[in-house]
Structures are given as structure tokens and as C-alpha cells.
């Protein structure tokens, strides 16, 4: 049995691999909140239930091979840009996405590592893969943690940004040349230290001798970003939106640029692996990204205002009931001043609500 997938989102099912095999099967992708067996519905071509219960045992196979993903991200720019690509890509079960808010990422890489290294020694079934996001920025664990043995395999992934996120969005821009970034950093790259004797060994001097290396500044990147996209802001809800149309180009774009000791994201190697686990061809998946538009605001109508009609009929109303013979003395006074402090207020009131309360009718 062979399990097709097509580019429009969907498997065909075959009896076998050999070409002109018989169609037993279209399974369709169906993004929904409800767990991941209801984000599928199958189409069959044939009427055995041998062979549909046959499929779906080996469907349910097929999606349990799918990792769960745990993705700890530096910031909440990483978070919100994350969470915008796992749910377009029907991902939302199979993603646990947080923030740690800053800090030093190789503090939270530890502890997160050990936990789950040891989830992975001792749980037999146990398919997950971790994943950090993170800038270099002026973090002094960014080298040492780029240059651990075993990164990106043992389920252990990092996905970092030298200097900054803001770097990977700038790739977005066909405009963009490295070389316009200005270079207001500088980087120690390598010190040297020797002594100088004087007669009988005695030390004279201890020199020694820094070699710097100018370098982008998240700050760089950041004001060069604002003048390219005006607005743009790090907690902005549609900041994926902002940048999605060029996606591919940037993905394109970064190839070179993956070493962590120079410019450059592994941001890239995220969005490939999240494509792959998505239901969608990788040409699928990068039209639905690039095509993907942003939630539309919800607006609040403005309180509705009173025809001339309707307030000459409060106000005649009103009257009525002040001149009226019928009202006792002991609530006459009150009812006068509850009516004229209501005229006097009724700007402030929406017209829905003085219609429910004193129109029912």
C-alpha cells in the first residue's frame, strides 16, 4: 500500500507502488481545533472494509511517527513570528511553543537538556525533538553553546540569529546587502600575552596585545529594519504577516549564511523541519505561508446617534409623563428628576440601550 502526498494537501492511497495501481483512498487536510485524527477526512474509493480499516491503522501509524516539537524561544518577536508559521501549518498538536523572556540562553539550555535527555533515555516511546531560538546579541554562553558537541542531532536543535532576529528579516529584502549595515560593535577575536625580562630574568613588563573585529550591533540591525519596514515593531501580531510574501526568497537567501560565528539565522532550518511535519507538500506549504494574510481587526461600531424622530418622541414622552394626573404626589418629584437628569445625560447613551430600557415596545 503507498501513501502519496500531493501538492493541493492531500494523500492518495494505492493498492501498491507499481504505476496504474488502483485508488483506494484521498485523504484531506482539514485545519480544526479538535485533536489530529478530526483534521483528516478520507475520501474512499472502495467499498472494503478490510481495506479502510487496513488504511486508517496504517495512517494513525504513519501521523505517530510525527515528533512532538518543544520550542523555547529567547523572546516574544520569536514567539509570536513561531506561533503564526505552527498554526497556518496545522501544527498547533504537535508544537509546545514558549518564551523565556531574555537572558542568556545557555542558563536555560542546560537544565531544559538534561530534562530532556533523560525523558529520551528512559521512556521507550519517547519522540520529541527540542528546539531553542535564541540571538546572539551580547550573550557570553552564545559562542560555547554554538561550539557543543552534538548540537542539531540527538533530537537537540538550535536555531540562532547572529546578531539579532531582526537580521533574518532583513534576508526578507531583495534590497538588503550586508555590507549597508553600519559596524558600531567591536568583538574581541584574540589576545595575546607574553613578558618581557630585564637582566637576571627579572620581569619588567607584561604585555598584552587584543585583536578587535567590528562588528553589526542588534541595534544596527534593528534601526536598519525600521527604515526598510516602517512600523515594525518586536510584539506586533501580524510581524510574520509583515514578511511572509518574501519567504522563500529569504529561505533562498540564508543558504550562505549559517555559520553562527557570522552573520547570518538558523531560523531557515526551524521553518524547513515544521514544514516537513505539516501535512503539506513543501510547495504547498510555502504558497500557504506566502499567501497567508493576518486576522482581520475587530472594529467596535460607534455608538449609534438619535434621529430627530426618535428624541422627539423621548421628549414628548417625557412630558407626558410629568404632566400626567395619574402619578401621586409621593413619587411625582421623583420621577420628574429622574426624567429630566435622564435628558440631560442622554448623550452618554447609546441608543440600543435607551431603546431596550425605556422603548420597549
Same mark, same amino acid.
Given at each position: ?59 494513525? #501509524? ?30 498547533? @498538536? @504537535? ?133 526598510? #519596514? ?21 529561505? @533562498? ?5 549559517? @555559520? ?20 503539506? #507538500? ?80
Amino acid at each position: 500500500m503507498r501513501f502519496k502526498k500531493n501538492n493541493n494537501n492531500s494523500y492518495h492511497v494505492y493498492s501498491s507502488t507499481k504505476p496504474g495501481s488502483d485508488l483506494f483512498c484521498k485523504i484531506s487536510f482539514c485545519p480544526s481545533e479538535g485533536n489530529l485524527e478530526e483534521q483528516y477526512q478520507f475520501e474512499w474509493k472502495t467499498e472494503d472494509e478490510k481495506i479502510r480499516r487496513q488504511i486508517i491503522r496504517e495512517w494513525k #501509524s504513519k501521523q505517530k511517527k510525527i515528533p512532538f516539537l518543544t520550542i523555547l524561544c529567547e523572546g516574544k518577536t520569536e514567539l509570536i513570528y513561531l506561533s503564526e508559521i505552527i498554526k497556518i501549518l496545522g501544527l498547533t @498538536n @504537535n508544537v509546545a511553543i514558549s518564551s523565556y523572556n531574555g537572558g542568556d540562553p545557555k542558563v536555560q539550555f542546560i537544565p531544559a537538556t538534561n530534562n530532556f535527555l533523560w525523558q529520551k533515555q528512559f521512556k521507550h516511546d519517547f519522540n520529541q525533538e527540542l528546539w531553542f531560538v535564541f540571538d546572539k546579541d551580547d550573550h557570553p554562553g552564545y559562542k560555547s553553546l554554538t561550539e557543543m558537541p552534538k548540537i542539531n542531532s540527538d533530537g537537540i536543535f538550535l536555531a540562532w540569529s547572529n546578531p539579532c532576529i531582526e537580521y533574518w528579516f532583513l534576508l526578507h529584502s531583495k534590497k538588503f546587502k550586508d555590507e549597508d549595515l553600519p559596524r558600531t560593535q567591536k568583538e574581541e577575536i584574540e589576545r595575546k600575552s607574553w613578558v618581557e625580562t630585564g637582566k637576571g630574568d627579572h620581569v619588567e613588563n607584561v604585555l598584552t596585545q587584543v585583536t578587535y573585529q567590528s562588528q553589526v550591533s542588534p541595534e544596527d540591525c534593528f534601526a536598519k529594519l525600521r527604515s526598510q #519596514s516602517r512600523g515594525y515593531s518586536k510584539t506586533s501580531p501580524d510581524l510574520f504577516h509583515r514578511f511572509s510574501p518574501h519567504l522563500p526568497f529569504a529561505l @533562498n537567501n540564508c543558504k550562505n549564511r549559517t @555559520n553562527p560565528a557570522q552573520h547570518g539565522s538558523a531560523m531557515p532550518l526551524l521553518i524547513e523541519r515544521l514544514i516537513k511535519y505539516s501535512p503539506y #507538500s513543501r510547495t504547498a506549504a510555502l504558497k500557504l505561508l506566502s499567501n497567508a494574510k493576518p486576522a482581520p481587526k475587530k472594529i467596535k461600531a460607534p455608538p449609534s446617534q438619535w434621529s430627530t424622530k426618535e428624541f422627539n418622541r423621548f421628549k414628548t414622552l417625557a412630558g407626558t409623563v410629568q404632566s400626567s394626573k395619574t402619578i401621586s404626589d409621593d413619587n411625582s418629584e421623583f420621577m420628574v428628576c429622574f426624567l429630566k437628569k435622564l435628558l440631560t445625560n442622554i448623550s452618554q447613551k447609546t441608543k440600543p440601550e435607551i431603546i431596550k430600557n425605556y422603548f420597549p415596545n
